[in-house]
Nanobody, 122 residues
Framework: QVQLVESGGGLVQAGGSLRLSCAAS????????MGWHRQAQGKQRELVAY???????RYADSEQGRFTISRDNAKNTVYLQMNSLKPEDTAVYYC????????????????WGQGTQVTVSS
């Protein structure tokens, strides 16, 4: 049973923008904090940003000011708006959800999406 579905990845030139979406089942979305993570080839998965059920957000230092995480409670969807993209942003981006914010921060959430590829060309 698929409960988190990402979309919006693709190929973009450096300096461009993409918006990722993660549609969640209502039972997951309504009570959980949500996160976006990414994993570049040959590297560990890392947290990009998270948003609590109350809308509090936090970003990794490298994404601060370029990326914006938001959630639409009516659509059970969390978004990641990515601007000024760089080749080093190339990775598979994953959506996550958990009641515990600590588990999202540690990279051990209860729920993962299947991932969406983002490729930034130079």
């Amino acid at each position: 049973q698929v409960q988190l579905v990402e979309s919006g990845g693709g190929l973009v030139q450096a300096g461009g923008s993409l918006r990722l979406s993660c549609a969640a089942s209502r039972s997951i979305f309504s009570n959980n904090a949500m996160g976006w993570h990414r994993q570049a080839q040959g590297k560990q998965r890392e947290l990009v940003a998270y948003i609590t059920r109350y809308g509090v957000t936090r970003y990794a230092d490298s994404e601060q000011g370029r990326f914006t995480i938001s959630r639409d409670n009516a659509k059970n969807t969390v978004y990641l708006q990515m601007n000024s993209l760089k080749p080093e942003d190339t990775a598979v981006y994953y959506c996550s959800a958990d009641l515990s914010l600590a588990r999202i921060v540690s990279g051990t959430p209860s729920y993962w999406g299947q991932g969406t590829q983002v490729t930034v060309s130079s």
